[in-house]
């Protein structure tokens, strides 16, 4: 598409980072200061039960308390105690200090029951119930049989191999400004700030949870300070409207503190799985019986579902089962997050396939290219679509050959560096369950003004770098602007917004993308109606089909050279409103694989990692050498934030395979990782920025506007990559023990610890 | 955040007799003593905070003077990080100053308040006081003990309690047999880290000062000719954490062997752990990779692992690392 003028431009820099960078963006709590109060949590010091009483005497008693709210109040809390550190009640105050001293005067009684906190006890027959779900603690969330099943698949095999993969980590990323939101209200209208990347998912939980009619609550949301998808919903949004209420109406604010934050926001999953593997000798899959159970902590809904999604559709097998089963525990709900199941789940199939490779002594890399699927190649499972763009392949081709793959690696744990260290280098990676489209549902509001200019209007988030600066590129080229002339408007405001939805799923760009591109193309449309009354087109008769837009530009296909900018067209037209909305993933611009132009089909990301490290086998200390990030992003819309996110993801790899995982009192039930530094982000000094290689790459998406699909999160998805490097280097596999690789549990694996 | 009030001292008198009332601390760069506060992790908060840096004469120096390098208790950890004759002579010091914590925590935080720091363990820190451990209440259990302990003691509890020494400078002073000067005495390193007992109202310390004593000056005797000491600390991250073990050495060296060797092991036990054993491998020997190897195996030894519910996340790795850290220690000071 060499036609595109602004899509892909690397020069375009995202709209806000200024904003961030001095220290100007709008943050929910910077909202209303001086005239707000302020609140704080009582929270349940049990882990499973029920509260009897609830005594606020000594909190309301305290001066500077306005009021205390309790689940009685708040239509998203519960009487009922799932987990430790559960919502209980909430004070009001006129400072934080004062709201946090009186929730601890709070007294609270409980009728106790057996928590239950490790999966592994969860799911034993006869074991203590959650509560969250009816009479077992277990949710069986898709089962899928292909051909004649894994076991007629095992039967065709020369090899099998059986392994149960232990639960992976689960982890609360930790944002940088925590969950949080102002509401105040006016009458029977609410206005609420808040830091969801998702403003009409907000106004929707607010509406529903206070039955109030959808347009008197006026949700506004601008800096998210971070969101990984566990700021999609808006439960806090609820809570400062109720609270906000209790004391007449006057702005309250929720700000959540990292203890509330990691007790009460969504998390990544814990997967555990057993995963049978059948092949020929030379390699070929005959067979996969795989079964993933997903930690979901006290939410039984949370979407587990497609743990198995890469090892289904990534690679050629005839015969296989999948199932997936959610297990429940009393601990905080999993959820949300950035790429939900994908990275736990391939994680564990990475492992089964890497250990497969091991006992067919082959290059697992070998292996995987053996079984990969033509890109054109259906589904394998109904209703058996192809994929609008499948670049798994060039992904899988990009990290091999920049990385040097094929000269560096060598058979598990037999290369030594020059200083001691062991050398391991593996390679992961599959199509992905996100970057979908998400169709008709996301809206589009641009506005040209009488200067010329266009002003995008998106009702999402800022949820990630680089959302809301492809909308503008998208309309500026389906416009025909230059990308300067196009700016972002007032974003998040659902007062002024169509509905662009969540910025989750890696659904935003291509999906809240579409649906510009139609505003654009409806705006563009009333624009050329307009300049056929302006001379010279007006003299010359031409109709709006005769014309055709570039550079800020309108003119004539047939004489380039008789135009009128976009500002002498608006001069004297009023503004004009374009409004567009997305569509479903459809063949749009070409048939794939001989299915025609026009079919439904899948719209999904995909990527590849490649990691090489060294193993210091006296400490267990790993350091990465060397990563490379290959993500398929249909079409590259904004260069820069493209960048941006796969070197996060790389960030985020490492974050996962290394040191991030939640740890939990286990009597208590207590998740006592709660503060800052236990998250342990990796620093700068345990990954090198320079060491990180990040590609882009272009499958043309059949279905995406100018062919893009979702890349946000497929590019954090490959941290089974590190640990199958680990394993490379020592020969020996790393059990997680439901968290990262850390030192500890290398020395283990090495027989040290 | 516990509420406070907070004057600022002029003089050394007037803070001595501020602090000398109940509920009262002194607070220096407030790194520690601030996210102790806010997270309300304690009953025994203190409610008056008297600032030592308005102090006049200033304690943040740093001289050699008398046989010691004296170090002001206001000195930050940069400065000592950054001094020349404190990397030149008194290297094991400015090693561990520089390995604390991160850039901004070291501009901030003083060589004073790293050795009254509280303990860190993650019930101790909970916020809002959810777990009653008994360095906060003489009725309260030591939940680490049977619970996540990953990063403590591998040599058993002290008083009860398995949290591991959190500074990174106590194990230096003790190993190069430091004063620690206070507004009451002076006190020998070896003597001043310690456990109080849970009834003692010390009991959230990790030293034996008492309620309104504070530190002024840190005393490190000039090491003997042929002397050489070094820190190696080690953690899971390379910048940011705390110490999960370390070791500071000081060796002596003459006509090819060891004269003299002081070990001292940080963040495996609750106080300071001179690794007699590894002291008396090393003596007489040359400073080698044998030497080095043998004292690691002898500094490990008499060790006790934690019990781990479902054996996961168990501290047994500190066994391995303190092998290599006193040999990684050692070796530095040949
Ligand atoms: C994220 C983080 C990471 C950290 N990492 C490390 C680490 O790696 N290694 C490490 O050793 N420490 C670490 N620390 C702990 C500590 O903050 C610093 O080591 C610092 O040196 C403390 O000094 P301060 O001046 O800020 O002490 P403050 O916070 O001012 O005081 C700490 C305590 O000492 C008392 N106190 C202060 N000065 C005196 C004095 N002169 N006499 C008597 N009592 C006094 C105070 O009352 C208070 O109880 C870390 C802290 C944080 C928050």
């Given at each position: 598409?060499?036609?595109?003028?602004?899509?892909?431009?690397?020069?375009?820099?995202?709209?806000?980072?200024?904003l961030?960078?001095?220290?100007?963006?709008?943050?929910?709590?910077?909202?209303?200061?001086?005239?707000?109060?302020?609140?704080?949590?009582?929270?349940?010091?049990?882990?499973?039960?029920?509260?009897?009483?609830?005594?606020?005497?000594?909190?309301?008693?305290?001066?500077?308390v306005?009021?205390?709210?309790?689940?009685?109040?708040?239509?998203?809390?519960?009487?009922?105690?799932?987990?430790?550190?559960?919502?209980?009640?909430?004070?009001?105050?006129?400072?934080a200090?004062?709201?946090?001293?009186?929730?601890?005067?709070?007294?609270?009684?409980?009728?106790?029951?057996?928590p239950?906190?490790d999966?592994?006890?969860?799911?034993?027959?006869?074991?203590?119930?959650?509560?969250?779900?009816?009479?077992?603690?277990?949710?069986?969330?898709?089962?899928?049989?292909?051909?004649?099943?894994?076991?007629?698949?095992?039967?065709?095999?020369?090899?099998?191999?059986?392994?149960?993969?232990?639960?992976?980590?689960?982890?609360?990323?930790?944002?940088?400004?925590?969950?949080?939101?102002?509401?105040?209200?006016?009458?029977?209208?609410?206005?609420?700030?808040?830091?969801?990347?998702?403003?009409?998912?907000?106004?929707?939980?607010?509406?529903?949870?206070?039955?109030?009619?959808?347009?008197?609550?006026?949700?506004?949301?601008?800096?998210?300070?971070?969101?990984?998808?566990?700021?999609?919903?808006?439960?806090?949004?609820?809570?400062?409207?109720?609270?906000?209420?209790?004391?007449?109406?006057?702005?309250?604010?929720?700000?959540?503190?990292?203890?509330?934050?990691?007790?009460?926001?969504?998390?990544?999953?814990?997967?555990?799985?057993?995963?049978?593997?059948?092949?020929?000798?030379?390699?070929?899959?005959?067979?996969?019986?795989?079964?993933?159970w997903?930690?979901?902590?006290?939410?039984?809904?949370?979407?587990?579902?497609?743990?198995?999604?890469?090892?289904?559709?990534?690679?050629?097998?005839?015969?296989?089962?999948?199932?997936?089963?959610?297990?429940v525990?009393?601990?905080?709900?999993r959820?949300?997050?950035?790429?939900?199941?994908?990275?736990?789940?391939?994680?564990?199939?990475?492992?089964?396939?890497?250990?497969?490779?091991?006992?067919?002594?082959?290059d697992?890399?070998?292996?995987?290219?053996?079984?990969?699927?033509?890109?054109?190649?259906?589904?394998?499972?109904?209703?058996?679509?192809?994929?609008?763009?499948?670049?798994?392949?060039?992904?899988?081709?990009?990290?091999?050959?920049?990385?040097?793959?094929?000269?560096?690696?060598?058979?598990?744990?037999?290369?030594?560096?020059?200083?001691?260290?062991?050398?391991?280098?593996?390679?992961?990676?599959?199509?992905?369950?996100?970057?979908?489209?998400?169709?008709?549902?996301?809206?589009?509001?641009?506005?040209?003004?009488?200067?010329?200019?266009?002003?995008?209007?998106?009702g999402?988030?800022?949820?990630?770098?680089?959302?809301?600066?492809?909308?503008?590129?998208?309309t500026?080229?389906?416009?025909?602007?230059?990308?300067?002339?196009?700016?972002?408007?007032?974003?998040?405001?659902?007062?002024?917004?169509?509905?662009?939805?969540?910025?989750?799923?890696?659904?935003?760009?291509?999906?809240?993308?579409?649906?510009?591109?139609?505003?654009?193309?409806?705006?563009?449309?009333?624009?050329?109606?307009?300049?056929?009354?302006?001379?010279?087109?007006?003299?010359?008769?031409?109709?709006?089909?005769?014309?055709?837009?570039?550079?800020?530009?309108?003119?004539?296909?047939?004489?380039?050279?008789?135009?009128?900018?976009?500002?002498?067209?608006?001069?004297?037209?009023?503004?004009?409103?374009?409004?567009?909305?997305?569509?479903?993933?459809?063949?749009?611009?070409?048939?794939?694989?001989?299915?025609?132009?026009?079919?439904?089909?899948?719209?999904?990301?995909?990527?590849?990692?490649?990691?090489?490290?060294?193993?210091?086998?006296?400490?267990?200390?790993?350091?990465?050498?060397?990563?490379?990030?290959?993500?398929?992003?249909?079409?590259?819309?904004?260069?820069?934030?493209?960048?941006?996110?796969?070197?996060?993801g790389?960030?985020?790899?490492?974050?996962?395979?290394?040191?991030?995982?939640?740890?939990?009192?286990?009597?208590?039930?207590?998740?006592i990782?709660?503060?800052?530094?236990?998250?342990?982000?990796?620093?700068?000094?345990?990954?090198?920025?320079?060491?990180?290689?990040?590609?882009?790459?272009?499958?043309?998406?059949?279905?995406?506007?100018?062919?893009?699909?979702?890349?946000?999160?497929?590019?954090?998805?490959?941290?089974?990559?590190?640990?199958?490097?680990?394993?490379?280097?020592?020969?020996?596999?790393?059990?997680p023990?439901?968290?990262?690789?850390?030192p500890?549990?290398?020395?283990k694996?090495?027989?040290?610890? | 955040?516990?509420?406070?009030?907070?004057?600022?001292?002029?003089?050394?008198?007037?803070?001595?007799?501020?602090?000398?009332?109940?509920?009262?601390?002194?607070?220096?760069?407030?790194s520690?003593?601030?996210?102790?506060l806010?997270?309300?992790?304690?009953?025994?908060a203190?409610?008056?905070?008297?600032?030592?840096?308005?102090?006049?004469?200033?304690?943040?120096?740093?001289?050699?003077?008398?046989?010691?390098?004296?170090?002001?208790a206001?000195?930050?950890?940069?400065?000592?990080?950054?001094?020349?004759?404190?990397?030149?002579?008194?290297?094991?010091l400015?090693?561990?100053?520089?390995?604390?914590?991160?850039?901004?925590?070291?501009?901030?935080?003083?060589?004073?308040?790293?050795?009254?720091?509280?303990?860190?363990?993650?019930?101790?820190?909970?916020?809002?006081?959810?777990?009653?451990?008994?360095?906060?209440?003489?009725?309260g259990?030591?939940?680490?003990?049977?619970?996540?302990?990953?990063?403590?003691?591998?040599?058993?509890?002290?008083?009860?309690?398995?949290?591991?020494?959190?500074?990174?400078?106590a194990?230096?002073?003790?190993?190069?047999?430091?004063?620690?000067?206070?507004?009451?005495?002076?006190?020998?390193?070896?003597?001043?880290?310690?456990?109080?007992?849970?009834a003692d109202?010390?009991?959230?310390?990790?030293?034996?000062?008492?309620?309104?004593?504070?530190?002024?000056?840190?005393?490190?005797?000039?090491?003997?000719?042929?002397?050489?000491?070094?820190?190696?600390?080690?953690?899971?991250?390379?910048?940011?954490?705390?110490?999960?073990?370390?070791?500071?050495?000081?060796?002596?060296?003459?006509?090819?062997?060891?004269?003299?060797?002081?070990?001292?092991?940080?963040?495996?036990?609750?106080?300071?752990?001179?690794?007699?054993?590894?002291?008396?491998a090393?003596?007489?020997?040359?400073?080698n990779?044998?030497?080095?190897?043998?004292a690691?195996?002898?500094?490990?030894?008499?060790?006790t692992?934690?019990?781990?519910?479902?054996?996961?996340?168990?501290?047994?790795?500190?066994?391995?690392?303190?092998?290599?850290?006193?040999?990684?220690?050692?070796l530095?000071?040949?």
């Open positions: 598409m060499d036609t595109l003028n602004v899509v892909g431009n690397p020069a375009i820099h995202d709209q806000h980072s200024n961030i960078l001095l220290g100007k963006m709008d943050y929910a709590c910077d909202r209303l200061p001086g005239r707000k109060l302020y609140s704080a949590f009582k929270s349940s010091s049990i882990a499973h039960g029920a509260v009897k009483s609830i005594d606020p005497a000594a909190a309301l008693a305290l001066p500077g306005k009021a205390v709210i309790t689940y009685k109040d708040c239509p998203v809390w519960s009487p009922n105690i799932f987990q430790w550190g559960q919502e209980v009640a909430g004070v009001v105050a006129i400072d200090g004062t709201a946090a001293r009186a929730a601890l005067l709070i007294k609270v009684t409980y009728d106790v029951s057996k239950v906190i999966p592994d006890e969860s799911m034993k027959p006869g074991a203590s119930s959650v509560g969250v779900i009816q009479g077992k603690n277990t949710l069986i969330a898709n089962y899928l049989t292909r051909g004649g099943g894994g076991e007629a698949g095992m039967a065709k095999a020369d090899v099998t191999l059986e392994t149960v993969q232990p639960w992976s980590t689960t982890y609360q990323h930790n944002t940088l400004e925590t969950h949080s939101a102002v509401a105040e209200w006016a009458g029977d209208q609410v206005k609420v700030w808040c830091s969801s990347q998702s403003a009409f998912n907000g106004k929707w939980e607010v509406a529903a949870a206070l039955n109030l009619p959808i347009n008197h609550v006026h949700f506004f949301t601008h800096g998210t300070g971070c969101a990984h998808g566990d700021k999609n919903s808006s439960p806090f949004a609820v809570v400062a409207a109720v609270m906000s209420k209790a004391v007449g109406g006057q702005a309250v604010q929720v700000a959540l503190t990292r203890r509330d934050n990691m007790l009460f926001n969504t998390r990544q999953f814990s997967v555990r799985s057993a995963i049978k593997l059948g092949a020929k000798k030379d390699g070929t899959f005959t067979g996969i019986d795989a079964e993933f997903g930690d979901v902590g006290r939410n039984p809904m949370a979407p587990v579902d497609n743990a198995h999604f890469g090892l289904r559709t990534t690679y050629t097998c005839p015969d296989a089962d999948f199932k997936v089963t959610r297990v525990t009393n601990t905080p709900q959820g949300f997050w950035r790429c939900v199941n994908d990275p736990p789940g391939a994680f564990n199939y990475d492992i089964a396939i890497d250990k497969l490779a091991d006992k067919l002594g082959m697992p890399f070998a292996l995987r290219m053996k079984n990969l699927r033509a890109p054109d190649a259906p589904d394998q499972d109904p209703p058996n679509r192809v994929w609008g763009g499948n670049g798994v392949g060039l992904c899988f081709d990009k990290v091999y050959t920049s990385s040097g793959y094929q000269s560096k690696w060598h058979k598990p744990g037999t290369r030594v560096l020059a200083d001691g260290r062991l050398h391991g280098i593996a390679i992961t990676g599959h199509l992905d369950s996100h970057g979908y489209i998400v169709g008709s549902t996301r809206g589009a509001l641009v506005t040209i003004t009488a200067d010329g200019k266009c002003l995008v209007n998106v999402g988030g800022r949820g990630s770098e680089g959302g809301l600066t492809s909308c503008c590129i998208i500026a080229e389906a416009l025909g602007m230059p990308p300067e002339d196009v700016v972002c408007g007032d974003w998040g405001n659902t007062d002024v917004a169509l509905d662009g939805g969540m910025q989750a799923g890696s659904t935003f760009t291509a999906s809240a993308g579409g649906a510009f591109y139609n505003a654009a193309l409806d705006a563009r449309a009333k624009l050329f109606a307009a300049a056929v009354n302006h001379s010279p087109f007006f003299s010359l008769k031409v109709t709006p089909d005769q014309l055709e837009a570039k550079n800020g530009f309108v003119y004539l296909k047939s004489d380039p050279s008789q135009r009128l900018s976009y500002k002498q067209v608006m001069a004297g037209t009023p503004p004009i409103a374009g409004y567009g909305t997305g569509w479903n993933a459809t063949l749009r611009s070409r048939s794939v694989g001989g299915v025609a132009q026009g079919s439904v089909c899948n719209a999904n990301g995909s990527a590849a990692a490649c990691a090489e490290l060294a193993v210091d086998t006296e400490t267990g200390q790993v350091e990465i050498l060397g990563y490379w990030n290959a993500v398929d992003t249909g079409r590259t819309i904004f260069k820069q934030g493209a960048i941006k996110e796969m070197l996060s790389c960030e985020l790899m490492i974050h996962q395979a290394l040191f991030a995982g939640d740890v939990y009192d286990i009597p208590s039930g207590a998740c990782s709660t503060q800052f530094n236990e998250s342990m982000v990796p620093t700068a000094m345990d990954m090198k920025g320079e060491r990180f290689n990040v590609y882009d790459l272009e499958s043309d998406d059949a279905a995406g506007p100018y062919g893009a699909h979702g890349m946000g999160e497929p590019c954090v998805t490959n941290y089974s990559a590190i640990i199958c490097a680990i394993f490379n280097a020592t020969g020996k596999w790393v059990d023990e439901k968290g990262a690789c850390t500890n549990k290398v020395l694996a090495l027989g040290k610890a | 955040m516990n509420l406070f009030t907070h004057v600022n001292a002029t003089t050394i008198a007037e803070a001595t007799a501020a602090t000398a009332k109940a509920g009262t601390a002194p607070i220096a760069g407030g520690d003593l601030l996210t102790y806010r997270t309300m992790c304690s009953p025994n203190p409610t008056n905070l008297v600032n030592l840096k308005t102090v006049v004469p200033s304690m943040a120096y740093i001289k050699e003077e008398g046989g010691f390098l004296k170090v002001g206001l000195t930050t950890l940069t400065a000592i990080a950054n001094d020349s004759t404190t990397l030149a002579k008194y290297t094991a400015a090693q561990a100053a520089l390995s604390v914590a991160s850039p901004e925590l070291r501009n901030q935080g003083t060589i004073g308040g790293n050795i009254c720091q509280k303990p860190r363990c993650q019930y101790f820190r909970f916020d809002n006081d959810d777990f009653k451990c008994l360095r906060k209440d003489p009725a259990t030591c939940f680490a003990l049977t619970g996540v302990n990953t990063y403590h003691s591998v040599f058993g509890p002290l008083n009860g309690c398995v949290a591991a020494l959190p500074s990174d400078i194990p230096v002073l003790v190993a190069m047999n430091a004063n620690i000067v206070t507004t009451v005495k002076t006190w020998k390193a070896a003597d001043f880290f310690v456990v109080p007992n849970v109202a010390r009991r959230e310390q990790i030293n034996a000062l008492a309620a309104g004593e504070i530190v002024t000056e840190i005393q490190i005797p000039t090491p003997a000719t042929g002397s050489k000491s070094a820190y190696m600390k080690w953690s899971f991250r390379k910048s940011i954490d705390f110490p999960l073990v370390s070791a500071a050495v000081l060796t002596t060296v003459a006509g090819g062997s060891v004269t003299a060797a002081s070990i001292v092991l940080g963040a495996v036990y609750g106080q300071p752990r001179v690794a007699t054993g590894a002291q008396t090393l003596v007489g020997q040359a400073i990779a044998t030497s080095a190897t043998a690691g195996t002898a500094a490990a030894t008499g060790t692992v934690l019990p781990t519910p479902g054996g996961t996340n168990s501290n047994s790795y500190k066994v391995q690392i303190i092998k290599v850290m006193v040999q990684k220690a050692v530095a000071t040949a």
